[in-house]
Nanobody, 126 residues
Framework: QVQLAESGGGSVHAGGSLTLSCVVQ?????MAWFRQGPGSEREGVAA????????FYPDSVKGRFTISQDNMKTTITLKMTNVKPEDTGEYYC??????????????????????WGQGTQVTVTS
């Protein structure tokens, strides 16, 4: 069982920065951040493998978002820079259970994640 709690959401002007945090209780193989805008499907924006620390991003955020995990693997951070209005949405952290695989082919697909946080809202104003 993995429990997740996000924080750090808020309102930010376009071009600004925001950092989200996800406190993790339990062990995971892969952690990811997803976002869901109004009327949109949930989209993966960053993922990280617990072991090797490999990271994955879609083209829409590559170079602007950075996912990281602390040494104890109890906090996952998403640093968002040069944010755009289209980054607006509810942001969720998600986890795959320990001993499951971490693979680039599905790391950003929501159906592969079992555990989810409650979400934190990010609003980017122009």
């Amino acid at each position: 069982q993995v429990q997740l709690a996000e924080s750090g959401g808020g309102s930010v002007h376009a071009g600004g920065s925001l950092t989200l945090s996800c406190v993790v209780q339990g062990y995971y193989s892969t952690m990811a951040w997803f976002r869901q805008g109004p009327g949109s499907e949930r989209e993966g924006v960053a993922a990280i493998c617990a072991g090797a620390g490999d990271t994955f991003y879609p083209d829409s955020v590559k170079g602007r978002f950075t996912i990281s995990q602390d040494n104890m693997k109890t906090t996952i951070t998403l640093k968002m820079t040069n944010v755009k209005p289209e980054d607006t949405g509810e942001y969720y952290c998600a986890a795959r259970p320990r001993f499951s695989s971490c693979d680039s082919q599905w790391a950003l697909l929501s159906e592969y994640y079992r555990y989810w946080g409650q979400g934190t809202q990010v609003t980017v104003t122009s």
